[in-house]
C-alpha cells in the first residue's frame, strides 16, 4: 500500500516516527509495534515476549538524544544545572562544539549529580532551561546542531 | 487536609484516587512514563509530570523521580496507590526525610511489616493465631527439611520479602521439598535481591479471607468488615466478594478484632489489610498485612458506604477517625470482578495491544473503575489489569446475578487481545462458587477438570 | 413470577428495565422502530420485535403493534418504562383483555389519575391538601376569570389530560388570562384531543418534592423517601435529588403519610410518584400521582438498596410487598444529572446527531444509565436524553461535590451536537442550590441573570 | 475525492442505500443524513427542523415496498393472511401480475384487518411468509418481479 501525500499520510508518518521513538528508549523486549490511521495500518511483531521484570536500572548519566537529532533532553526529573557548582564555569555555551561524550550539564535528583552527555557530536545551538530550574523526564535541555 | 497530592501510581487505581482528591477539594498531580503519556489519568489530574521511559524501574519504581516531581509540583503529599512502591520503606523514609506526607504508614511500620518473617513474629506476639512454621527464616536446606519433617506435608516455602501472591511455591512431598526451597530462594533472590525464605504448614481447601482496617493516629482502629479472596490464578486474586460468604458471624467478629488488634500492634496508621486463611473449620491463621489501598477496596465501599481512599488521606493529614462502628455497617453484598487483558487458555499471558472496542457495563448498583478508553493501547509494560466490576445486591445471590449480568454487557475487542470475561462467567456459575463453600483451590480445579479456561 | 417481560420502550429506561429482568432471570423483549434498529438494548435483549416507522405514534405508541409483539414472542408481561404508553388507560385495558400483565396500576386507576381533575377530587376525598382551585374543569372564559378572581392571581391553567410538565400555563394579571386559557385549550386538545383545563392558585418560589411509594395488592403501602426535583427548565427536571434538603422530619413524615394514603385510596398497585408543591412555610400541596417509573428513581435506589424495578415486577406478578420500614431506610444523599443533547443557550433545543466522543464517568458512588455508546446516532424523533449520572455520598455535600467530580470527566462530542454539561455544573456551583435553599423557579433566575445558559 | 471501486466503495454505497431506505420510510422532517466510511463523509441538512410533535397516524394499510422492487413488507405487527376468510382463495399467487392498488394479503392486528396493497405493478415471484404467521414491522411478505 503506498503513502498518499496526504493528511492521513503525515499522519502515519508521525506515528512510525513516534513508534521509532518509543522503541529506541526501551532498553530491548519489544514484541509488537502498530501503526495506525483511519484503515491504513502497519504492523510488525517478533516472536520473543518481553521480559516481564523491570529491567535493571541503567545508570542515568547519558541525555537522551531525540532522534532528529535537535535536542538533548533529561534522562531523569530533577534539578538542572549549567555549570558543576554555583557561579562556576557553565559546561556548555552556544556555539560550542561538543562529542557525543562531552557533559553539558547536570541534572541533580536526590542530591544525586547525574552528568548529562550530549550523545553525539554537533554544535549547541541553544542552552533551553534556566540553570537551576526543576525539569521533568525528556524535557529538552540543550539544542544541538548536527556535526561541528 | 492536603492542598495538592501527587499520585505516583498509573492505570485504574491512579485516576481512583484522583476521583476522591477532586471530590475534597485537593488538586492533582498525575506523574506518567512515556507509555502513559495519553493515559485517562493525565487527562484528568490538574498537573501532570513525565517521569521516565516505559521501564517501571526508570519511572513508577524510581523514588529519585517520584520525589523531584513532587518538589517540582508543590504538593504537600504522595498518595503510592498500590503496587510499585506503595508498600516500599525506603521510598517512605525519604518522602519523610524531605517532608512530604507519605499517604501510608510510617517506614520503620512499613519495614517490620514488609520482612514477613518480622510480621509474624510481631503477630504472634499481639496473639493472633498463625499456622506452624519454621519461626523465622530457613538458612539451609537441613533446616527446610526438618521443619517440614516437624510441620508435616504439604508445606509452603515463602519468600520473607515477597507478598501479594510472589515469591512463595508448595511443596506437596519430601523429595520434591529441596527443589522448592533452592527454586523458591532463586526466585527471591531475583524478585527482591533478597533470598531468604521461610517455611510454613500448608493448608489444603482454605479460604483466602481478610478484614479491612482503619487506624489513626490517635489510637483509635477500625474493622470495615471480611473479604473474601479466594478466587485466584497463580495467587493472584480474581473475584473478591463481601462479606465472606458462610461464616459464623463470632468468626467474623474475632478475625476482626484480631485484625484491629494486629494493626494496633504493628503501630500502623492508615488503611490496611490483614489477610488470614481459614480452613473447613472456621480456624483462622495469619498470613500478612498488606499496609496499603488493596485493588479489591471498592467491594468494600460499596457495602459500607465508606470512601476508603478518603479516609486514607484524612488519616495521612492526623485527622482523628471520626467513623464509629455504627458508621461502617455493612448493607447487602458487593462482588468484584477483575478484567484483565490475557489468556487464560495460555497460562495467563498477558495480551496487550489496541481497544478498538471497548464497552462496559453500567446501570443499577453497578461501579466500573476503568482507566480505558476506546482506541487506548495496553502496553506490555505494566500489569494487564483493564477495569474493575462491582456489583451490589441485597444479598449475595442478588450481587452475584447482578455481576454475571453486567459480564455479559462486557464488549472489549482488538487484536491480539483476548480478555478474561468467559472465564469470569465460569467461575459465577461454578456450583461450589455459588454455593459459597469455594477455596483458593477453586480455579486450578475449574481449569484442570475440564482442560481449558474456557 | 413472569418467565418473560416486553418492555414497550425505547433508549436508557428500556435497558434499565432490561437489566433488572435479566438479574431476576426472566427473558426480555426488546421492541424497537427503524430509527432503533441498532439500539443497545436491541443487543441485550433475549429477543426484539421491529415494531414500526420511526416516528413513536407508529411504533412506540401503537397498541396494537406493541399487542401483536407480544403475541409474537410469547411475552407473559409488559413493562411500560416512563412516557409513551406508560400511564394510558386504554393500552392497559387492551394488555388486560389479552391477558398480558401491565406492570403498572389496573386501568381504572389510570384513567382516574390521569384525568388531573379528577384526580384532585379522589386526592381531596382522601383529605390531602389541594391548592385552592377551580375544583373541577372550567368550562368557559367567564368561569375561569371568576375563580381566577377568587383565587386571586397568579394562577396556572392546566390541561386535564397532561401531566409531566406539559399542558400548562401561568396567567400573572388579570389582561392575561384570556388568552393563557384560550392557548391551554388549544394546546391541551393537539396534545391530547381533549381541550378541557382547570384552574389552581401559583405558587411562587415553591420547590418540587415527591414521594416514591410502593404498593401491593394486599393492601400494603410503603414509602421510600422523597426527592426534590425543583430544578427544571420548562417544567422539565433536569437535577433531582433525595433527601429533599432542609425538610423538617415532621413534614417528611406527613408528606410520605399522605403519599401513602392517596396511593392506597386511589386502589394504585405498583410504584408510583405522589408529587407536591411545598411552600417556604413547608405547607405542601398534591400536584398529581406519576402512576409510572420516574425517570429519577435511581437516587432513592442508591439511597435506600431498593431496586425500584424489581419492586414492579414483583408487585405486578401479585407478589406482597416484603419491604418494611427498616429495609429502606435512607444511608447518606444521592443526585442525579440528566444530560440531555439540547442547546440551553437556544431554548434548549435539541441537538441529534451522531456522538464521535462519548465518555461518561465511574468509579466510587456513580451510577450511569446510558444507551448510547460511541458512533451512536441521536434521532431527532424522540427525547434527547444521553445518560444519567447519579452520585451517592454520606451527605449532600459530598454527594454534590461528587457530582461536580463526575460532570467534570464527560466528554461528548459530534457534529451539530451540544450537551447541557456544562449548564449542570453552573447549577451546582449555583449558592441558593448548594445551600439546599432553591425553588423551581432556580433556573429561570439564572438563565435571565446571566443572559446566557452557559 | 473520487470513489475507488475497492470494499469501501461498496460500504459507502450500501449505507446511501441504507440512508435512503430510512429516509423513504420516514413521512417527513427529515433534518439531516451524514453517511460515513472512514474518512469519506457524505452529509445533507435541510433547513426545517423536524416537528416534534408524533406524526398524525396513517391508516396502515399500503404495504411499503422496499426501493429495490423486490418485497412487499409489512406495514405493521401482526398475523399475516393470505385470503380474505379461512379456506378462501389467496389474494395472489406466484405468477399473478399485479398493480399499485392490488390488495396482496391482510395484516390482522388486534382484530382489525389491514389491507396489503402491492404498492407497484409487478408479477408475483413469491410468497415469502405462511398463512396466520406472526410478522414483524417491515418483514418481506411477497417477491414482485418489476413490470408484468
Known sequence: MSTPPTEAGQLVEELGRQARRLAAEVPGGLCRVSVRAGDATVELEWAASPDPRPAPEPEPEAGETDETGETVDAPLVGTFYHASEPGGPPFVRVGDVVAQDTVVGIVEAMKMMNKVLAGRAGTVTGVLVPDGDLVEYGQPLIALASGG | ?454
Open chain 2, 1 to 454: 487536609m492536603f492542598t495538592k497530592v501527587l499520585i505516583a501510581n498509573r492505570g485504574e487505581i491512579a485516576l481512583r484516587v484522583a476521583r476522591t482528591c477532586r471530590e475534597l477539594g485537593i488538586a492533582t498531580v498525575a506523574v506518567y512514563s512515556t507509555a502513559d503519556r495519553d493515559s485517562t489519568v493525565t487527562a484528568f489530574a490538574d498537573e501532570s509530570v513525565h517521569i521516565g521511559p516505559p521501564p517501571a524501574g526508570r519511572s513508577y519504581l524510581s523514588a529519585p523521580a517520584l520525589v523531584e516531581a513532587v518538589r517540582r509540583t508543590g504538593a504537600d503529599a504522595v498518595h503510592p496507590g498500590y503496587g510499585f512502591l506503595s508498600e516500599d520503606p525506603d521510598f517512605a523514609e525519604v518522602c519523610a526525610e524531605e517532608g512530604i506526607v507519605f499517604v501510608g504508614p510510617d517506614w520503620p511500620v512499613l519495614e517490620r511489616l514488609g520482612d514477613k518473617a518480622s510480621a509474624r513474629e510481631l503477630m504472634l506476639s499481639a496473639g493472633l493465631p498463625l499456622l506452624p512454621g519454621s519461626g523465622g527464616v530457613c538458612a539451609t536446606e537441613a533446616e527446610c527439611l526438618r521443619t517440614a519433617a516437624r510441620l508435616g506435608l504439604p508445606v509452603i516455602v515463602k519468600a520473607v520479602a515477597g507478598g501479594g501472591g510472589r515469591g512463595m511455591a508448595i511443596a506437596r512431598d519430601e523429595a520434591s521439598l529441596p527443589a522448592v526451597y533452592r527454586e523458591t530462594r532463586a526466585t527471591a533472590q531475583s524478585l527482591y535481591g533478597d533470598g531468604r525464605v521461610y517455611v510454613e504448614r500448608y493448608l489444603d481447601g482454605a479460604r483466602h479471607v481478610e478484614i479491612q482496617v482503619l487506624a489513626d493516629r490517635h489510637g483509635n482502629a477500625l474493622a470495615l468488615g471480611d473479604r473474601d479472596c479466594s478466587v485466584q490464578r497463580r495467587h493472584q486474586k480474581l473475584v473478591e466478594e463481601t462479606p465472606a460468604p458462610g461464616l459464623s458471624p463470632a468468626t467474623r467478629e474475632a478475625m476482626a478484632l484480631a485484625a484491629v488488634h494486629g494493626v494496633r500492634t504493628a503501630g500502623l496508621v492508615g488503611a490496611a489489610t490483614v489477610e488470614f486463611l481459614v480452613d473447613s473449620d472456621e480456624n483462622f491463621y495469619f498470613l500478612e498485612v498488606n499496609a496499603r489501598l488493596q485493588v479489591e477496596h471498592p467491594v468494600t465501599e460499596m457495602v459500607t458506604g465508606v470512601d476508603i481512599v478518603e479516609q486514607q488521606l484524612r488519616l495521612a493529614a492526623g485527622e482523628p477517625l471520626t467513623l464509629g462502628e455504627q458508621d461502617v455497617r455493612g448493607r447487602g453484598a458487593a462482588v468484584e470482578c477483575r478484567l484483565n487483558a490475557e489468556d487464560p487458555d495460555r497460562d495467563f499471558r498477558a495480551t496487550p495491544g489496541t481497544l478498538e472496542v471497548f464497552h462496559l457495563p453500567g446501570g443499577p448498583f453497578t461501579r466500573v473503575d476503568t482507566h480505558c478508553v476506546p482506541g487506548a493501547t495496553i502496553s506490555p509494560y505494566y500489569d494487564p489489569l483493564l477495569a474493575k466490576i462491582v456489583t451490589w445486591g441485597v444479598d449475595r445471590r442478588a450481587a452475584l446475578r447482578r455481576m454475571d449480568r453486567a459480564l455479559a454487557e462486557v464488549r472489549i475487542e482488538g487484536p491480539g487481545v483476548s480478555v478474561n470475561t468467559a472465564l469470569l462467567r465460569r467461575v459465577l456459575a461454578d456450583p461450589d462458587f455459588a454455593a459459597g463453600t469455594y477455596s483458593t483451590a477453586l480455579l486450578t480445579e475449574m481449569l484442570t477438570a475440564s482442560g481449558s479456561a474456557r
